[in-house]
């Protein structure tokens, strides 16, 4: 078992706790370390008629994936500082016929250290996060995501 | 009381059976007729620790807003089409701290044309959409997705 005290548990715990539909749509976090990071969810409670995951539960995974990311990076930093999603695009390349995985493609690190810079001195910064659904092997929805975090006051 | 065949009657109907979140997220339509389009949602199933709606959800609100609009028309027109979202692009200006509604920004009839042509040549088109989140008087965000259009076969 890892021992990762902001890993998958953490994680979980802070989802399931800070937003009201994680688990109704039954966000579970599969990875969360320095390798990456993937959610899972199910896609009976994401689903529209047609069988296929609807568009704003591929979303709300997506955004929740960066957002997981983000609060391990800053946990992990020491750094007290509150994480909200400012601008997003999203692209629906194919239907989503199955449980579904939200993948997080690791920031470069040139743009982690910019991040962490203007945290340190303006107590606010923005950072990029890229997502994509999978179902299966292929990539089904791709998710731009540029948040922004602000030092909690005192 | 309004006798439009596809008014809001009609469309909660559609929302409600055919995405397994609407009613969750507790989505209601508020207005659907020739002015315009309104989705309105509760912020406590949909809301954040914080005590503001989570982006996912008003995202899911805003999608589902321009489904609404398109479905609308195609009902009007005897268009035995199904629509679905094809790319997004959503801005967080402020934050939602109430109940709030999607409104529709009413597509220009040049492009709605078009669209129509297109369903019409190719049995497929394609029509961009705006929706704007408002709490209050203040728009909280600026939701452009653009839709695409199939005839179901037959």
Not at 62 to 86: F, H, K, N, P
Request: charged residues 20%.
């Amino acid at each position: 078992m890892s021992t990762d005290p902001f890993g998958a548990i953490y994680l979980q715990r802070r989802l399931s706790s800070e937003f009201a539909l994680a688990d109704h749509i039954g966000v579970r976090v599969e990875t969360a370390d320095d390798t990456g990071l993937v959610l899972h969810a199910p896609l009976a409670a994401n689903a529209n008629y047609k069988g296929t995951a609807f568009g704003g539960s591929l979303f709300s995974v997506s955004v929740l994936a960066g957002w997981a990311w983000l609060t391990r990076y800053l946990a992990r930093e020491s750094c007290e500082a509150d994480v909200v999603i400012q601008e997003s695009r999203m692209q629906y390349l194919r239907p989503v016929c199955a449980d579904f995985r939200a993948h997080v493609c690791l920031p470069a690190d040139v743009d982690v250290a910019n991040f962490r810079r203007m945290l340190r001195r303006a107590a606010r910064g923005r950072l990029g996060v890229h997502v994509e659904i999978r179902a299966g092997d292929s990539v089904a929805t791709r998710f731009e995501g540029l948040y922004a975090a602000a030092m909690r006051p005192g």
